[in-house]
């Protein structure tokens, strides 16, 4: 007798479960129920459609060879039968039996199956803000508002917008109004950092300093208090607690949160993050039962506890998995170690495994330090600077995570992924100084960023290398009674701007090459600080001071890191 297989939820992890058991097993009876008429989409590709990149709604629809993920096209090339719009209503267990209803007209049917996969995804969360269910307030959780969104820009009904949280996908939103549409853009967040939980705050300060620059307006610990408007002229401004602001559209983008409802009334567990239970093979609490994509919890890799993680590369990975145990196999989806990559204008950011403070939160004793260097040879043209901070378990050395800033996202990416792939294997500080990098040129330096980040960890734990964060550095350096030096140890070419505009204020000139020669001429009674473009350099000289018994505290990062951090290194009267 053939199976069958009922899957709720149409987006991502429902579409690869059923089409994977298909092919396993062509025999198998597979129906998909989604409660939208617009299902099998890239969701992650909704801020590149309002922003111009993707030209058509379909092509978020489309498969690589240009056919429309359509009823007709899951029956005709993958065998699977689709209801939609269908709405799954109830789930009897004992009877494994689903009630759905049709949205138009409200007729209700029973479906009966041998295996279940749960695939409803995820909803927006929505904060306690009067107003919000005004018109012209949009999540962007499907198609339709996508649709809705690009109309009302392109028709130009918009000149000025709000979005609600500067997570990942406000902030791409944002970028997708503010960059192509040109709207003054207004972004919003509870919080005291953009894209909090994914970069440390130090990182997360560059992100805001680059996107201020590209006239985004910035406001952080600022969560909205009202929309005002009406329900037939829509939204008209929004207020928070000292302003307000006329707008003619917001973006509703603070988070989302599983959509376990369905499975929650039917009695399944359900983890204290809301996301459903799965074992490694993605079956729920009910052996019968699958779940995968953004409505389960998932195992982190590194902790080993339940994480929430809201990824279309993930609901396609999990959906193969339940595709292949559906059809009899054992394949098993251990965890994720959560790498995370975007691009804000100009800048690329991205993140794998845990930041300084999840990883205080998880326990661990970290330690963390900010590496700049280029992303190819130095001087291969087209180098540009890379911003990575490694962060590090202290008693153990272990590898925790990695955050970064660059301007070729390729480049990035490829760092990142690295340590991905590492991550749940527990590296060392050792054994990433060590890691194998292919090198040429044009794709990174001899000795490669990553393995100068894991030797800069190595230096600091063994305290050989003392620093100090960009943040402390422009402290010191706006305080007028700081009892500090700060020593440039660049050429004269590139510390000269700096020494005549900040020579007053403690800033003093030994070049690096120089330095062991000219040691007389070092102040011993003060706070020394020393520094460079990148670190490196500013590392040697601290070691040469060492060695006299001057102690020195280095600039991480260097004054790069600084000027990313948005410090004007000279005040703009006296540069």
């Known amino acids: 007798m ?3 297989v009922v899957i709720i939820g149409a987006v991502a992890a429902g579409p690869k479960a059923g089409s994977r058991l298909k092919r396993l097993d062509p025999s198998a009876e597979v129906v998909m129920v989604d409660r939208d008429d617009i299902f099998a989409y890239g969701g992650c590709g909704i801020p590149y459609y309002v922003s111009g990149d993707v030209a058509e709604l379909n092509g978020l629809r489309t498969t690589s060879f240009h056919m429309v993920r359509d009823q007709d096209f899951f029956r005709g ?3 699977v039968e689709v ?5 799954a209503l109830s789930l009897d267990r004992k009877r494994k039996e689903v009630l759905i209803r049709q949205a138009q007209t409200g007729q209700e049917r029973r479906l009966g199956y041998d295996k279940l996969v749960l695939a409803t995804g995820s909803e927006p969360v929505r904060p306690p803000i009067e107003g919000l269910d005004l018109p012209g ?9 996508a649709r809705a969104v690009k109309t009302a820009v392109s028709q130009g009904r918009v000149e000025r917008a709000a979005v609600i949280g500067a997570g990942a996908t406000g902030l791409e939103m944002a970028e997708a109004l503010g960059d192509l549409w040109g709207l003054e853009v207004h972004v919003f967040e509870q919080t005291d950092q953009v894209l909090p939980g994914l970069l440390d705050q130090d990182l997360a300060h560059c992100v805001a300093h680059h996107l201020e620059e590209q006239g985004l ?9 009202r929309i005002s408007g009406s329900p037939d002229q829509g939204v008209r ?12 559209l917001v973006i509703l983008a603070a988070g989302v949160r599983p959509n376990n409802t369905l499975a929650r009334e039917a009695g399944l567990e359900v983890a204290a993050n809301g996301g459903l239970r799965v074992n490694r093979f993605l079956q729920t609490s009910d052996p019968d039962i699958f779940a995968g994509g953004d409505c389960v919890a998932n ?13 279309g590369s993930l609901a396609n990975r999990q959906g193969r998995v339940i595709g292949t145990n559906l059809a009899g196999g054992r394949a098993s989806f251990e965890g994720a170690v959560g790498s995370w990559i975007m691009k804000l204008f100009e800048m690329a950011v991205a993140k794998v495994g845990l930041t300084h403070n999840r990883a205080v939160e998880a326990g661990f004793d970290p330690v963390s330090a900010l590496v700049v260097a280029s992303d190819r040879a130095h001087f291969y043209p087209g180098q540009d600077l890379m911003y990575l901070k490694l962060v590090v378990d202290r008693p153990t050395r272990r590898v925790l995570g990695l955050q970064g800033l660059a301007g070729a996202g390729d480049a990035l990416a490829a760092r990142i992924n690295a ?9 060392t500080v050792d054994e990433l100084s060590n890691l194998e990098i292919a090198y040429s040129p044009p794709f990174a330096q001899a000795l490669d960023i990553l393995n100068a980040a894991a030797n800069t960890l190595d230096n600091l734990m063994a305290g050989r290398l003392k620093t100090i964060s960009p943040q402390e550095f422009a402290r010191l350096l706006h305080d007028p009674g700081a009892d500090v030096v700060f020593l440039d140890v660049r050429g004269l070419q590139n510390a000269k701007p700096y020494l005549e505009a900040l020579g007053g204020r403690g800033w003093r000139h030994l070049p690096q090459e120089s330095l062991a020669e000219r040691l007389d001429e070092v102040p011993r009674d003060k706070i020394l600080i020393t520094m460079c473009n990148a670190g490196s350099r500013s590392y040697e000289a601290q070691v040469t001071l060492r060695t006299v018994g001057i102690e020195t505290l280095n600039l991480d990062g260097g004054l790069a890191a600084v000027k990313k951090w948005g410090e004007p290194i000279i005040p703009p009267d006296q540069g």
């Open 137 to 145: 307030v949009w999540p962007v959780a499907n198609l339709h508002q």
């Open 299 to 311: 195992r982190c890799l590194i902790t080993g506890r339940e994480t929430y993680l809201a990824s």
């Open 237 to 248: 401004s929004v207020a928070w607690d000292g302003g307000e602001v006329e707008v003619d």
């Open 83 to 87: 209801l939609a719009p269908w709405e």
């Open 419 to 427: 340590l991905a792939a590492l991550l749940p294997h527990q590296p």
């Open 2 to 4: 053939a199976l069958k």
């Open 77 to 79: 090339a993958k065998g």
């Open 217 to 225: 307006h910035l406001h952080l610990g600022q969560p909205l208090s």
